[in-house]
Each structure stands twice: as C-alpha cells, then as structure tokens.
C-alpha cells in the first residue's frame, strides 16, 4: 500500500497563502503522476492541478496564476503553493498519486486523508 499524508491547511484570509505537502510513503516501487483534488462542503470532488513523473503541469482554470503545483521525487512529496486565496477556495484539500508497489503487477490511484483549508473573506 501506499499511505499519503497531508499537512499545511488552515485558516486564513483573503488574499493569504498556504502551502500544503503530501508525503507518500510504504512500499513505493514507482509513482506516476501526482494530483490535488479539492471538495467543498456539499459538492463534488473537483481537480485542482496535476503534475506528472516529468513534471508537466496541469491546473484548474479557477486556480490557474494563484497555485503551483511541484514535487520532489526524491523525498516522494508533492506540494501545492496557494496564493490570492479566495472564499471559493474553501474546501478539504486531497492528495492523490498513481503508482504501484512492489507487490502490486499494475499502477493504482491512491488517496490521503485530506486537509481543511479555510479561506474567511
């Protein structure tokens, strides 16, 4: 298995930065792409940005010049830099990546436990 974990959410006001991590950890054979999703409370699980093995990027056009995306392969950890935080920003934060481990003969998609950034206007 592979176990993520995220840290960094918080409170903050409009217009404030956060930066959020994800540790992926266990027995990690190799990790593809890596991902933050976002879930607002009584919405759906939404994308927020990619980043693959290569590092290419991707993001959400409600977040595209506010968040970056980054990782650092060595240390298995993804980041999301967050500035200009709005209200709509409000929402757990999750981790997710595509990998596979030593005991597994295909890749899986592998989730954290989220964490609650909070955005007060």
């Known amino acids: 298995q592979v176990q993520l974990v995220e840290s960094g959410g918080g409170l903050v006001q409009a217009g404030g930065s956060l930066r959020l991590s994800c540790s992926a950890s266990?027995?990690?054979?190799?990790?593809?792409?890596m991902a933050w999703y976002r879930q607002p409370a009584g919405n759906a699980r939404e994308l927020v940005a990619t980043i693959t093995s290569g590092g290419s990027t991707n993001y959400a056009d409600s977040v595209k010049g506010r968040f970056t995306i980054s990782r650092d392969i060595a240390k298995n950890t993804l980041y999301l830099d967050m500035n200009g935080l709005k209200a709509e920003d409000t929402a757990v934060y999750y981790c997710?990546?595509?990998?596979?481990?030593?005991?597994?003969?295909?890749?899986?998609?592998?989730w954290g436990q989220g964490t609650q950034v909070t955005v007060s206007s």
């Open positions: 997710n990546c595509n990998a596979k481990i030593r005991s597994d003969l295909v890749f899986r998609d592998y």
């Open positions: 266990g027995s990690i054979f190799r990790l593809n792409a």
